[in-house]
């Protein structure tokens, strides 16, 4: 009889197969058992009809991507270890030397530096573009241009761009066009079918999904993914994600699993919230413009009314401070929050601050937007009268 070590190793006990409960098993593995070199040699992971090791995705995994897939209504779905990870992997898999990208002026900011860092060394050139000027995508289209990156809202300040507009541009010059879908998470609007009813489908090309925010809805998980509907696109993305030898932990997938059930219910907690504590700012004198899609006067709210489902928004909102105040005491205003914690990041359960120095971070001062020091908002879960208390004492620190 083998040794008990090796017993254990090797116990022949099989559970059965018909288990089935509310959620997903967690698989861990590296290595994948199979039951002959035949076999081993016949599996294909690309399909999903099989599996050959840990790294190429597990049922855990497998489900993750799939559901995704229904969320955003795409049909192929890579995990990646973060939302930046998953800009990175789309700029990777489609860009060479002597091409050229385009990033909207209000781009994520680390996919600016990902442009000016790493692609750059490797002679890929990114050109910056007005994202509320179709016409402006337009002119600094090249025969270069592989890649246009689109956002809605854009980073920081929220201004919603005429979406359709710039997909049909990328579309009539022949150019993939890549949406960080981190905001809409899927909900807002579908990003491969930005206009329902229309024969045939307007959509983005790619979408990029931090999935740290809304999908996680914790606060505690890293992960990112990008979906196509292109088999030819997907191909190269998946190549790439095997190439860097891209992966996510089982018990992550399973945190992301766990919450997608209830994403669309707090996604929308988020949003009314976010909504009853703009209507309030205002109405703050200390405040020279409340940034938000769903108020009049936001930059591209037309857009925003058009193209978001139940004018969904999200919970995020920025405020720009009157310019009679000092950089200093903005500072002093976000240290003396207390719901609001200082930290990067938004989705989760804790609402979150961070004042911004826009003129680091644009090209050029966005049109539509008030001068002065930008504070952006990330509303969580508390009682929105008790975030609003909040905001109220602490604008007593001004």
């Not at 489609?94 to 750059?120: C, H, R």
Request: with cysteine.
């Amino acid at each position: 009889m083998p040794d008990l070590t090796t017993q254990l190793i090797h116990h022949p006990y099989q559970p059965p197969a018909d288990f089935a409960a509310p959620q997903p098993g967690v698989f861990k593995a590296s290595t994948v058992i199979f039951p002959s070199v035949a076999a081993m040699r016949e599996r294909e992971w690309k399909d999903k009809s099989a599996f050959t090791y840990g790294l190429h995705g597990t049922p855990t995994t497998y489900q993750l991507e799939e559901r995704l897939c229904t969320l955003e209504g795409g049909l192929y779905c890579v995990l990646v270890p973060s939302g930046l990870t998953a800009i990175a992997n789309v700029a990777l898999a489609l860009l060479k030397t002597g091409d050229s990208m385009l990033v909207p002026d209000n781009v994520y900011g680390p996919n600016k530096s990902l442009a000016d860092g790493q692609l750059a060394r490797w002679g890929i050139t990114t050109q910056v573009y007005d994202p509320m000027d179709p016409a402006d995508l337009a002119a600094k289209i090249t025969d270069t241009t592989r890649l246009v990156w689109v956002e809605a809202a854009g980073s920081v300040t929220l201004e919603f761009p005429d979406l359709p507009a710039l997909v049909r541009i990328c579309q009539d010059r022949d150019v993939v066009c890549a949406l960080d879908n981190t905001w809409g998470a899927g909900l807002a609007f579908n990003p491969f079918d930005l206009l329902p009813g229309a024969s045939p489908a307007l959509g983005v090309d790619i979408s990029a999904h931090a999935l740290t925010k809304y999908p996680s809805g914790g606060g505690d998980v890293l992960m990112g993914s990008v979906i196509t509907r292109n088999p030819a696109l997907h191909r190269k993305i998946q190549r790439t994600h095997m190439h860097l030898g891209l992966g996510v932990g089982a018990n992550d997938a399973e945190l992301v699993l766990r919450s997608l059930s209830s994403m669309a219910l707090r996604y929308h907690a988020h949003d009314v919230a976010t909504r009853t504590l703009v209507r309030w700012c205002t109405q703050q004198t200390q405040f020279a413009q409340v940034l938000h899609p769903s108020l009049p006067d936001a930059p591209g709210h037309a857009h925003w009314l058009t193209l978001c489902r139940s004018n969904a928004a999200a919970g995020l909102f920025s405020v720009v401070l009157d310019p009679r105040f000092t950089v200093a005491q903005v500072d002093a205003f976000c240290d003396a929050l207390q719901l609001f914690k200082i930290g990067y990041s938004w989705g989760g359960p804790m609402s979150l601050v961070v004042p911004y120095e826009l003129t680091s971070m644009r090209q050029q001062w966005p049109a539509g937007v008030a001068q002065g020091t930008l504070v952006r908002f990330a509303v969580g879960l508390e009682s929105v009268a008790d975030l609003q208390a909040d905001l109220a004492q602490a604008l007593q620190h001004l």
